[in-house]
């Protein structure tokens, strides 16, 4: 069945930099546009950034040029290296192909001095 593993999550101090992971079974990775979302404690889920299976990219305006998403697609595992970190970022971190249903445990992420 579809299983998505995110990792990488962790506490940060504000200007820090996080690189997650998302390793990907059970469906054909390559054939699938993914994206990252996250959720703040008494928030919605928002998207963060999205990956074609070209490569194009697309960002939440509130994590670009900060945020670089990125995948390998014969490792089947998408990466989100995050820059600049703010305490703002501070939430936990879902990976998921659009066309399937299934998510992750998700990685907290804390950005916090």
């Known amino acids: 069945q579809v299983q998505l593993v995110e990792s990488g999550g962790g506490l940060v101090q504000p200007g820090g930099s996080l690189r997650l992971s998302c390793a990907a079974s059970?469906?054909?990775?390559?054939?699938?546009?993914m994206r990252w979302y996250r959720q703040a404690p008494g928030k919605e889920r928002e998207l963060v950034a999205t990956?074609?299976?070209?490569?194009?990219?697309n960002y939440a305006d509130s994590v670009k040029g900060r945020f670089t998403i990125s995948r390998d697609n014969a490792r089947n595992t998408m990466y989100l290296h995050m820059n600049n970190l703010k305490p703002e970022d501070t939430a936990v971190y879902y990976c998921?192909?659009?066309?399937?249903?299934?998510w992750g445990q998700g990685t907290q992420v804390t950005v916090s001095s």
């Open positions: 998921k192909a659009i066309a399937l249903g299934a």
């Open positions: 059970g469906f054909t990775f390559r054939n699938h546009v």
């Open positions: 990956i074609s299976l070209g490569g194009i990219t």
